[in-house]
């Protein structure tokens, strides 16, 4: 076995211990609520309440240790995979947020203005999807990033409940779970995502910028002009910049 395939392994045993944990805390949390629900129905007046909230609150922490556990083993489950048929490429956590949700799924980092420092896409939709998101300048990803708040778009009833508790526990993954796993076999945060996209993207604005010899936010807008009017993707238009085949500056 190469040392490649020996990390590899590695990491899918820590995703795997990592799924286990989740268990173990999600039946606790699942304990504690049957406790609390049991009190519930014969406590006095003036703590009903209370112990009816402390057996809501760890439902739903049972409910964010389940998922999380179906996440790691579905990510386990595709690096296992993909392993053993040699297709290489590095472990792709929004596939298996995808599997669980919906057909699409696509997260992004950034800060309070509309442009993402990082975005990972499950497939070409949720990429294209988020493209056009860059061209129109609105959207739910937009509006949920302006507002810092969940956004659901075209979602049946209750799909709003489920979008915060996805988001919630793909959160949990990203920073936390470092208790159980040793530097030498810890997978980065980012590079669970799988491919991130913006790089090369903020790369062609800072490009622009120069070309043009305008401002950042102007020269994002340049980008998404042009890839609307070309009918391309941003990021394609973005690589051609980059290389030096397609170039902004004013004649």
């Not at 296992?80 to 490429?89: I, K, L, P």
């Amino acid at each position: 076995m190469s040392s490649a395939d020996q990390n590899v392994r590695a990491q899918i045993v820590t995703i795997q211990r990592r799924a286990a944990l989740e268990r173990e805390r999600a039946d606790q949390c699942d304990a504690l609520a049957a406790r609390y629900e049991k009190r519930t129905a014969t406590a006095a007046d003036s703590l009903r309440a209370l112990r009816g909230r402390l057996a809501r609150l760890h439902r739903d922490a049972q409910s964010r240790h389940l998922m999380a556990a179906d996440l790691h083993e579905l990510l386990a489950a595709r690096m296992e995979a993909r392993r053993e048929c040699a297709t290489g490429g590095p472990p792709v956590l929004m596939e298996a947020v995808a599997n669980v949700r919906t057909g699409s799924a696509l997260a992004m980092l950034g800060g309070r203005t509309r442009d993402a420092a990082t975005v990972a896409a499950s497939d070409a939709t949720a990429q294209a999807s988020h493209d056009l998101e860059l061209v129109m300048a609105e959207g739910p990803v937009t509006d949920a990033a302006r507002g810092v708040a969940v956004v659901a778009a075209g979602a049946p009833e209750g799909a709003g409940v489920a979008i915060s508790l996805m988001a919630d526990t793909l959160t949990r993954i990203l920073i936390g779970n470092s208790d159980i796993a040793g530097p030498d076999v810890e997978l980065g945060a980012l590079r669970m995502l799988g491919e991130i996209t913006q790089a090369v993207v903020h790369q062609a604005i800072g490009m622009i910028s120069v070309q043009c010899g305008c401002g950042i936010e102007d020269a994002g807008d340049l980008l998404a002009a042009r890839a609307f009017a070309d009918g391309r993707p941003v990021r394609e238009l973005a690589e051609q910049v980059v290389r030096g085949h397609a170039a902004f500056a004013f004649g």
